[in-house]
């Protein structure tokens, strides 16, 4: 089964509008940890935002933030006043076994997204 | 903030040869490495996890004779693709465990090319 799943193959979105990227995930450990990873045209993979499972209040960075509705399981990323830089892929990713100190991450399958101008 | 280095940026190799990509951290040391395979629009694939000074633990479907790591210091692994075929053609991406809230950093790949 997917561990992490994100709906939204591609998008767009209008300068200055914002977005919602969907992920919904999967896992029955009680602490775990969601990212989100932005990947431009060149390939480098660039931390966005981190939520812990028994983090209460929604984690904000800038112009990122997330959605994180436990009960769900989503993890949703909204991002404000969209650039033309904000252009890329974006891969939602989730950490399991947190307590048992491993420390992989398990990946969506991504969104592409495409600010217009 | 945390720095990874990934050398080289790209490769072109004939089939049957072997290539080597190093995975540094620049400013931290890393007990932890992960190395990625990525094709084209798609997500990336967990490869192995390098443990500084002990084997890789490859995921199922990895063949470890033909994907060496070795993790031979905190700043440094290294994945040789052996024998390569243009199959194994792909984005390859190194990341490393900074010891805090799971945060992993990525490198910015190698793009390998087999002829």
């Known amino acids: 089964a997917q561990k992490i799943t994100q709906t939204q193959p591609g998008m767009f979105v209008q300068e200055k509008e914002a977005v919602t990227l969907d992920c919904t995930y999967d896992t029955s450990d009680q602490s775990y940890g969601l990212f989100w990873y932005k990947q431009p045209s060149s390939g480098e993979m660039i931390f966005l935002i981190y939520?812990?499972?028994?983090?209460?209040q929604n984690a904000t960075e800038g112009r990122y933030s997330l959605n994180f509705q436990k009960a769900r399981k989503s993890a949703n990323l909204v991002i404000s006043a969209s650039q033309l830089g904000d252009s890329a892929m974006y891969f939602c990713?989730?950490?399991?076994?947190?307590?048992?100190?491993?420390?992989?991450?398990?990946f969506g399958a991504g969104t592409t997204v495409t600010v217009r101008a | 903030g945390a720095v990874v280095s990934q050398h080289p940026s790209w490769v072109i190799c004939k089939s049957g040869t072997s290539v080597k990509i190093e995975c540094r951290s620049l400013?931290?040391?890393?007990?932890?490495m992960f190395w990625y395979r990525q094709f084209p629009k798609q997500s990336l694939m967990l490869m192995a996890t390098?443990?500084?000074?002990?084997?890789?633990?490859?995921e199922q479907g990895v063949e470890k004779d033909k994907f060496l790591i070795n993790h031979a210091s905190l700043t440094l692994s290294t994945l040789t693709v052996t024998s390569a075929h243009p199959e194994d053609s792909s984005f390859y991406i190194c990341?490393?465990?900074?010891?805090?809230?799971?945060?992993?950093?990525f490198g910015p790949g190698t793009r390998l090319t087999v002829t």
């Open positions: 400013d931290f040391q890393a007990t932890t």
């Open positions: 990713a989730m950490r399991e076994g947190i307590r048992n100190n491993d420390y992989k991450l398990s």
């Open positions: 939520q812990g499972s028994y983090d209460e």
């Open positions: 390098s443990n500084e000074g002990s084997k890789a633990t490859y």
């Open positions: 990341s490393a465990y900074t010891g805090r809230d799971g945060e992993q950093y």
